[in-house]
């Protein structure tokens, strides 16, 4: 089992940036594919970014992609999402989330995590 908690978020102005960070306890983080998502007020959940257990794979959301970049330090059981260019769209909670496996992996898939964190807040003003 893991216990995830998210911080870094904020209000920022469009095109500025923030670093998101997600701490896990528990269990060691290097055995989790993990991943970052985002709610929107009046919106459904959706996948952001993830990273394989090892960090070696990364992927992410076409609205995202070239401007945040997830990484990890399995050493410091540490998830982390830099945002860039930050532009009114993506105000949002942000959750980080994690599964278990022996493989490693890239997954997009919010059904297939089995912990989440409570998520952060992310404000960008226009």
């Known amino acids: 089992q893991v216990q995830l908690v998210e911080s870094g978020g904020g209000l920022v102005q469009a095109g500025g940036s923030l670093r998101l960070s997600c701490a896990a306890t528990g269990r060691s983080f290097s055995g989790f594919n993990a991943g970052w998502f985002r709610q929107a007020p009046g919106k459904e959940r959706e996948f952001v970014a993830a990273i394989s257990r090892t960090g070696e794979s990364t992927a992410y959301a076409d609205s995202v992609k070239g401007r945040f970049t997830i990484s990890r330090d399995n050493g410091q059981n540490t998830m982390y999402l830099q945002m860039n260019s930050l532009k009114a769209d993506d105000t949002a909670l942000y959750y980080c989330?994690?599964?278990?496996?022996?493989?490693?992996?890239?997954?997009?898939?919010?059904?297939?995590?089995?912990?989440w964190g409570r998520g952060s807040q992310v404000t960008v003003s226009s």
């Open positions: 989330a994690a599964v278990w496996s022996l493989a490693a992996a890239t997954i997009t898939r919010q059904n297939a995590y089995d912990y």
